[in-house]
């Protein structure tokens, strides 16, 4: 009998549990639906359409040099994928299991129809539970527990074939989608190669020595970037294990984060919107006129502070921050100019080409100390000192022009050093001031 081949964020022919099913089953039709309206708000941001048209055109290659083809639809997930296997006969639809609210809704909506298999994450987050059977909501401890379920199970070879069906539904044309930016297009500074092909070199040429330290130093290329190709499911999580180095603790437990996000999202679907400590809901966000233009201000780049402006300017121009910076940035929104940890949240969520809504909503209410593991509101991170420890002197040459001629000793901080060019904008607000308000307004919480 035939079947369907739900893809969602698993755009990838190898180490797919899903497809292999599928492939066993007899013909399989490989689908993909843009479903705009299932995640309202959280709707793919812009630097994700740019990376999914690119990933979308590299699978449907993949697919037609086996002898198969990926039919795109745009539309309802639901009706699309009901009314499908009514056209095509098809008795099941086989997937890889997703925890988004939007996602989880719509495969409950697909019932006994919907065959799910686990291929995303190094263990599934339903197994990695406390001893009450939850979801662990401090990282550590789910560390501990994920030990039980490690190494995960090697990554499944690719099916060495995928039978076609008689006949083809009609498919959607991807360029009638219009994921591409329109002119201007803002794009030009994306330096990615998305699909899978590349997220298989860049496992295969991981480099992970002196990755502890490598990877908070911004003028260094000490990350793996591999975090959009995960998103997208390019790669699998056990086939990134299994190329990294059991001595690569550090990168591990980035990787094991991952879970982690989405069994918070697990236990709290709407963890993106909502404060994990109902608390902060009593915190006094600046919002008006002054407030909007510094958020305006962080966006863009012109803050005063170097560090962060530098990140929000790659940010912008290449779809992705590196990650020491972007706490920085973060901070700096949330805790220098108390606006909502949400504001940056969907700015991240629109400009991050790895965007993930687990992932960024943890990370975020991390940052902030609202979430369920998370920093203390009063930790305010000092993005001057913080530009100088980790040597992002030429990081900032890079990204902000305007400092390129300062000395190191003065390029984290122009208006200490008395350098400041015309041409870069003067601090939003100074560090103790900025850590004072913030401070009081931490007071009014507790």
């Known amino acids: 009998m035939t079947t369907l081949l739900w893809l969602r964020q698993d755009l990838r022919l190898h180490d797919q549990p899903a497809l292999v099913a599928a492939a066993h089953a007899g013909p399989v039709i490989p689908v993909y639906i843009l479903d705009d309206d299932a995640p309202g708000d959280w709707r793919i941001g812009g630097a994700q359409c740019w990376w999914l048209h690119h990933s979308l ?3 449907g290659a993949a697919l037609e040099g086996k002898g198969s083809r990926l039919i795109l639809r745009r539309g309802d997930a639901v009706a699309i994928l009901t009314e499908l296997m009514e056209r095509t006969g098809a008795d099941a639809i086989h997937a890889i299991r997703h925890y988004e609210p939007w996602w989880r809704k719509a495969e409950a909506a697909l019932g006994e129809r919907l065959c799910l298999h686990d291929g995303n994450h190094l263990a599934p987050p339903e197994q990695v539970t406390t001893g009450s059977g939850g979801q662990f909501r401090i990282y550590s401890a789910f560390w501990k527990g994920l030990q039980a379920h490690l190494p995960p199970e090697k990554p499944l070879a690719l099916p060495r074939a995928i039978p ?9 044309a991807l360029g009638d989608w219009h994921l591409l930016p329109a002119k201007p297009d803002w794009s030009g500074g994306f330096d990615w190669t998305p699909g899978e092909d590349e997220a298989r070199h860049k496992i295969a040429a991981l480099d992970l020595d002196g990755y502890d330290e490598r990877r908070n130093l911004p003028s260094e290329e000490g990350t793996s970037r591999l975090s959009p190709h995960l998103h997208f499911g390019e790669v699998s999580p056990r086939a990134v294990w299994h190329a ?7 990168f591990r437990k980035e990787l094991a984060w991952r879970d982690f996000t989405d069994g918070v999202v697990l236990a709290l679907p709407d963890y993106a919107d909502r404060n994990g400590r109902p608390a902060f809901d009593k915190l006094p966000w600046r919002t008006g006129k002054a407030a909007n233009a510094d958020l305006r201000a962080w966006q863009r780049g012109r803050t005063g502070y170097p560090i962060v402006d530098a990140g929000m300017r790659q940010l912008w121009h290449t779809g992705w921050m590196h990650n020491r910076v972007r706490m920085i940035a973060a901070s700096f929104l949330i805790k220098h100019l108390l606006i909502d940890w949400r504001e940056g949240e969907r700015w991240y969520w629109d400009c991050l080409v790895d965007a993930d809504y687990g992932n960024n909503a943890v990370n975020w209410q991390w940052v902030a100390g609202t979430g369920i593991d998370a920093n203390m509101f009063g930790r305010i991170m000092a993005p001057l000192s913080q530009s100088e420890k980790f040597d992002a002197a030429d990081y900032i040459r890079q990204w902000v022009p305007e400092l390129a001629s300062l000395p190191d000793g003065a390029i984290h901080d122009p208006d200490d050093a008395g350098c400041r ?11 103790r001031e900025a850590r004072e308000r913030a401070l009081a ?5 507790r």
């Open 57 to 59: 055109t590299a699978l």
């Open 164 to 172: 076609a069906p008689d006949r083809w539904p009609k498919s959607d």
């Open 244 to 250: 990294s180095d059991a001595h690569d603790t550090t």
């Open 421 to 431: 060019p015309d041409a870069y904008p003067a601090k939003l607000i100074g560090h």
């Open 441 to 445: 307004a931490g007071r009014k919480v």
